[in-house]
T-cell receptor
Framework: AQSVTQLGSHVSVSEGALVLLRCNYS??????LFWYVQYPNQGLQLLLK??????LVKGINGFEAEFKKSETSFHLTKPSAHMSDAAEYFC????????????FGTGTRLLVSP | DSGVTQTPKHLITATGQRVTLRCSPR?????VYWYQQSLDQGLQFLIQ???????AKGNILERFSAQQFPDLHSELNLSSLELGDSALYFC?????????????FGPGTRLTVL
């Protein structure tokens, strides 16, 4: 079984500051890991994903995440926040065997102040 | 625009009623997923279909059912509606339906049960 824990339901940063959104996962099989973003009144958009290979994954809009197996973490970072980054961010995990469900964390709302 | 379409965008109905939500996947995607997003439950996986066959089941109530048709569009049927069924219902699609496949989400259908 898989599960995801996102620390912090809300994270506030100033424009230009580092963004760090935390995600820890639990999985009984090798995981696939995802970060999605949801803007108000919209569906979810994939930011990046880890499947196999390089543990540092680069995504859209300047975001990146590092898969750390020893820490069971997949934290999302961006060097410099923009006002347009304000949204809800979801970390998700899926097992690598057969047809397994995508399990989402509870989400972190990112607030960006000028 | 993810390429996944959902209709209707909004649905307001009364308790005890039955509704049908429709989803058209991206061109070429064989797998369709349904999710429910609510304030108290977060994002919950309901069910997955691959090329017309059910592949995975999540926390889907017995009052809910779904199917995927030969043209690959899918419908989610919700019956005997209760106030607690009010939520945002998302459809997603992917190419193969397994592993690290990216799921592309539609804009959602907001269901309000009065």
């Amino acid at each position: 079984a898989q599960s995801v824990t996102q620390l912090g339901s809300h994270v506030s940063v100033s424009e230009g500051a580092l963004v760090l959104l935390r995600c820890n996962y639990s999985s009984s099989v090798p995981p696939y890991l995802f970060w999605y973003v949801q803007y108000p009144n919209q569906g979810l958009q994939l930011l990046l994903k880890y499947t196999t290979g390089a543990t540092l994954v680069k995504g859209i809009n300047g975001f990146e995440a590092e898969f750390k197996k020893s820490e069971t973490s997949f934290h999302l970072t961006k060097p410099s926040a923009h006002m347009s980054d304000a949204a809800e961010y979801f970390c998700a995990v899926r097992g690598d065997t057969g047809f397994q469900k995508l399990v989402f964390g509870t989400g972190t709302r990112l607030l960006v102040s000028p | 625009d993810s390429g996944v379409t959902q209709t209707p965008k909004h649905l307001i109905t009364a308790t005890g009623q039955r509704v049908t939500l429709r989803c058209s996947p991206r061109s070429g995607d064989l797998s369709v997923y349904w999710y429910q997003q609510s304030l108290d439950q977060g994002l919950q996986f309901l069910i997955q279909y691959y090329n017309g066959e059910e592949r995975a089941k999540g926390n889907i109530l017995e009052r809910f059912s779904a199917q995927q048709f030969p043209d690959l569009h899918s419908e989610l049927n919700l019956s005997s509606l209760e106030l607690g069924d009010s939520a945002l219902y998302f459809c997603a699609s992917s190419v193969t339906g397994s592993g690290g496949d990216t799921q592309y989400f539609g804009p959602g259908t907001r269901l309000t049960v009065l």
